[in-house]
């Protein structure tokens, strides 16, 4: 257990920034998908300028990561239709509830027992994606 | 310091500090992917009986779960103690805020919506929307391999054409839905 408590001081970190940011607010998910402001876009831009500049680092410098294994970034399975139908599909979420993933937990450490429904489906959407996936295209 | 980190976080930083989350975790040797917690969520529960999707030992992904919980207090704490009383408020574009209006929306009040997330949340509708909302979510993450983290975050930063078709697949979801679903839902 106490091997676990790194990765919870992370998630922890990562909650304030969502929050703070105010990345896990439905209201800012409204202004940029109706562009209305520069904010999540640059919060985007900036997070993934800096892990390709991270990405870059590890692979020019071949880096090992704190056990002292070398870092290795698994690559996506080749194709397109589950990652443009699946991100369809997740967008339609995205834009509905204002929240993804992540910020469905920091809202509900928020305080925002309207979150529960919400990761209830999550939990819903994900069994139905396992119980159909073999019919699905990918 | 206290007085810039109880304001809004403003996006350079809150950028630079997403970034710094995706190099910690990449150099605790795990790839940063939140969505994957519904996956282990419904193994725990026993999905592995129903689909063999779900048939793989959740063990290996405590530390995500981890980092779920620890995002959970994440949540509560910036809430409670880097905020104003009653939460941030985001103050966004007034003109997305007049077009909000119109859907029935009125001036941000609080960091959520209270038409949606505010005490009356499960009653009439709002109950169904959301659960639907998440139900997108979790199926459309778990079938495109990703959520904003795993693909927009970590796979955009490694250069890879699977997550920039997922991220623009978000997009279009996005766009869609805010601008074709909101107005017939709501208009």
Not at chain 1, 88 to 111: D, H, K, M, R, S
Not at chain 2, 4 to 16: C, D, N, R, V, Y
Not at chain 2, 128 to 152: D, E, K
Not at chain 2, 168 to 173: D, P, Q, R
Request: charged share 10%; with cysteine.
């Amino acid at each position: 257990m106490l091997r676990l408590i790194p990765y919870v001081l992370a998630g922890t970190f990562f909650g304030v920034i969502m929050y703070k940011s105010e990345a896990a607010s439905w209201y800012r998910i409204q202004e940029m998908f109706r562009f209305g402001s520069f904010h999540m876009y640059g919060i985007i831009m900036v997070a993934v300028a800096m892990g390709a500049l991270g990405y870059l680092l590890i692979n020019k410098f071949k880096l090992k990561d704190l056990k002292g294994q070398p870092i290795v970034i698994p690559d996506k399975a080749p194709g397109w239709k589950r990652y443009l139908l699946g991100g369809l599909i997740f967008g339609l979420g995205w834009a509905l509830t204002g929240a993804c993933p992540g910020p469905v937990f920091v809202n509900l450490g928020a305080g925002f027992l309207a979150m529960l429904p919400v990761a209830l489906g999550g939990l819903l959407g994900t069994f139905l994606y396992g119980l159909i996936k073999d019919k699905m295209p990918h | 310091m206290i007085e810039f980190l109880t304001q809004p976080w403003p996006w350079w930083f809150s950028g630079a500090m997403i970034g710094l989350t995706l190099w910690l975790m990449w150099f605790a040797g795990k790839t940063f992917g939140f969505s994957g917690n519904f996956r282990t969520m419904c193994t725990m529960c026993g999905a592995g009986k129903a689909a063999n999707f779900f048939a793989f030992d959740w063990k290996t992904q405590k530390w995500n779960l981890a980092f779920l919980v620890g995002a959970t207090v994440g949540g509560y704490l910036a809430a409670h103690f880097l905020s104003p009383e009653g939460g941030q408020i985001p103050a966004i574009d007034a003109g997305v805020q007049g077009q909000l209006q119109a859907l029935g929306f009125a001036t941000p009040a609080a960091y959520q919506p209270l038409e949606w997330y505010g005490e009356d949340w499960f009653l009439g509708g709002t109950l169904w929307l959301l659960l639907f909302g998440g139900l997108l979510i979790g199926f459309g993450s778990r079938y495109s391999g990703g959520c904003t983290s795993g693909h927009a975050i970590t796979g955009l930063s490694s250069f890879q054409l699977p997550s920039l078709i997922a991220v623009i697949g978000f997009f279009a979801g996005g766009l869609f839905m805010t601008h074709v679903i909101y107005p017939w839902l709501l208009g």
